[in-house]
């Protein structure tokens, strides 16, 4: 997990876990999601409500978090309107 997109709290250079192919918990959020969508090294995830939560490299902003700074565990992206969808590119 060198970018943190498994989203656990891992940043790159960290020793995470003995076998990382072991589904484990994300970190959050803590509620339910509707929907998630992976991209080369960030993932976007939705709740039923339609709040977004992103995590990831985010070198370009992929994140829509305002900056530019990668994100080892989920953090709600503030959005104008609920979420019906999300796609995460490369």
Request: proline share 10%; charged share 15%.
């Amino acid at each position: 997990p060198s970018f943190g997109q498994l989203g656990q709290g891992i940043a790159d250079g960290e020793c995470c876990w003995p076998d990382d192919r072991i589904p484990r918990p994300v970190a959050g959020p803590a509620c339910a999601l509707s929907s998630v969508s992976c991209g080369g090294h960030h993932v976007w995830a939705l709740t039923p409500a339609g709040e977004a939560w992103a995590w990831g490299a985010n070198a370009f902003g992929m994140l829509g978090l305002g900056d530019r700074r990668s994100r080892t565990v989920p953090e709600r992206v503030a959005l104008p309107a609920p979420a019906a969808a999300a796609e995460c590119g490369y």
